[in-house]
């Protein structure tokens, strides 16, 4: 179990791959020396936002691996690989019946030969960013849930889905390391709400899609 | 059994929060995986048992029934109520486990049509027997207490697993939300959250073998879960209170009564440390 810290967009080996601000940043690099009084001012306002982003802090601690979570969920079962891309009339139907917006239209989902399911979802909450895998029974009863990389982000770059979006994925190994030595924390009770909500939409994308494959 | 150290970290939603096992010792990694199962299983037991959102839970059926006839009760409630009146008669009603109707009003409770009453007060309950029973309609909630029980629960059947496999003295490390407990707590350090933003904030080192802390970083604008029980008015909590104590259930609960009361001296009953941010 590895617990690490870092600070902020500036300090990550991954800012970028995937962010707009990256590429405005980068464009704003590609100006020439002769910068108008505007751009100039474009530039420092970047350039603030930038030193803002320091003060952002993010954890993330792993869990099981995804081999692991499987054999713990559905055992020595063979379960291969299904793929499955929801259209956006789905979308739209099991947001209605979930009440819970469908981020993935690719499911990255798995079915054994019993008919039972494995999902590796995400699941996005207030400061949290979670990896989880979820089994589920030849009727489409949630079997097991596993948490496999909790995330968490404060700082501005809590309202930055695309900051947030970049580590989704990626594992514990990714972040840099600043408190290794302290592997827990104390606060308050964090609600696992976001959890049930992504149950009721997989439930349900179960009862419309994959109960039909 | 290996000769080599395993680790073994989990995380399951449970007690509706994010419940972390973290296990080290000389066995097998599947060995480690069943033994944690049980850790869960033992939580999830205090959990279908004590859950005020579960209708089928002991504590709906206490809710509903208690008035009007005793009910039996599961050792583990029993244990967990009789602690909460404990607390309640040394603390002069500071700790009171039934003021759920303020909880329903504010939505951080379910509200099922439930009869709610006024008079809902920790001296309605009558344990005889092992039998519960209410002099008037009263409404207990064991949200401030029950989490730290299961997570003692928990502990206490890993423990007592890893003996059976000749393990005497393995790392067990249970986070339920921030209730947590360490078997190999001393001069470990544990971060603590900022009351506001929640993110970590201050390090200190573990002064026993459980902590919990209660803060309003993680509530929803006007929502304050501490009632004065008796104002019975919410609490507007600013700051952290983090208890130290040889138990979960104790840190869990004393956590409020702290939140309630800073000068309380309660913990020297119970070898506890508060420690306020």
């Not at chain 1, 108008?36 to 691996?65: D, E, N, P, W």
């Not at chain 2, 309950?125 to 949200?143: N, Q, V, W």
Request: hydrophobic share 35%; proline share 4%.
């Amino acid at each position: 179990m590895v617990e690490k810290y870092h600070g902020g967009v500036s300090s990550s080996p991954y800012h970028g791959a995937f962010s707009k601000k990256y590429k405005t940043r980068q464009l704003m690099s590609s100006i020439p020396p002769t910068l108008s009084r505007r751009k100039l001012l474009t530039t420092s306002i970047m350039t603030g936002l930038s030193f803002l982003s320091i003060s952002g802090i993010s954890s993330a601690k792993q869990f099981l691996t995804p081999a692991q979570a499987k054999s713990l969920l559905i055992g020595k079962a063979k379960a291969t690989k299904i793929d499955i891309k929801l259209t956006t009339a789905q979308a739209k139907q099991i947001k209605k019946l979930s009440k819970v917006r469908v981020r993935h239209k690719n499911l990255n989902a798995y079915k054994t030969a019993a008919a039972e399911w494995l999902i590796f979802d995400q699941v996005i909450g207030k400061h949290e960013n979670i990896d989880v895998a979820f089994a589920l029974t030849n009727e489409g009863k949630v079997k097991g849930i596993e948490i496999l990389v909790y995330r968490e982000t404060y700082g501005h770059e809590i309202r930055n889905i695309n900051w947030r979006n970049q580590f989704f994925g990626r594992g514990h190994e990714k972040h840099l390391q600043l408190d290794q030595e302290i592997k827990n924390i104390s606060g308050a009770t964090l609600s696992c709400s976001h959890i049930t909500d992504a149950v009721n939409r997989i439930t349900q994308t179960w009862a419309l899609v994959l109960s039909k494959k | 059994m290996t000769a080599t150290l395993t680790n073994l970290s989990r995380c399951k939603p449970l007690l509706g929060t994010y419940v972390s096992i973290d296990l080290s010792a000389e066995l097998d990694f599947d060995e480690l995986v069943r033994i944690s199962s049980l850790g869960y299983e033992a939580i999830t037991k205090v959990h279908n048992l004590m859950s005020y959102h579960q209708t089928d839970s002991q504590l709906s059926q206490i809710n509903t029934k208690a008035h009007l006839a005793p009910i039996l009760l599961h050792p583990h409630t029993e244990a967990v109520i009789n602690f909460s009146l404990e607390l309640a008669e040394k603390t002069n009603g500071i700790f009171d486990p039934c003021i759920a109707l303020h909880l329903v009003k504010q939505g951080l409770l379910p509200d099922y049509n439930q009869v709610l009453t006024n008079h809902s007060h920790w001296e309605n309950i009558h344990i005889y027997d092992h039998h519960i029973t209410f002099s008037k309609p009263t409404h207990l909630d064991l949200g401030g207490i029950a989490k730290g029980y299961a997570v003692d629960q928990a502990k206490a059947v890993m423990v007592k697993e890893f003996i059976r496999s000749n393990i005497t003295e393995p790392h067990i490390t249970i986070n339920a939300g921030g209730d947590l407990t360490e078997t190999h707590w001393q001069n470990r350090l544990i971060n603590i959250r900022h009351p506001r933003t929640g993110a970590p904030f201050k390090k200190i080192e573990m002064l026993n073998t459980a902590l919990a802390t209660s803060s309003y970083c993680y509530q929803e604008k006007g929502k304050r879960p501490i009632i004065n029980p008796i104002s019975r008015e919410p609490l507007n909590l600013t700051r952290s209170i983090s208890i130290f104590s040889p138990s979960c259930m104790i840190s869990d609960a004393l956590t409020k009564i702290y939140a309630l009361a800073p000068d309380s001296t309660i913990h020297q009953e119970y070898q506890a440390h508060p420690v306020i941010i």
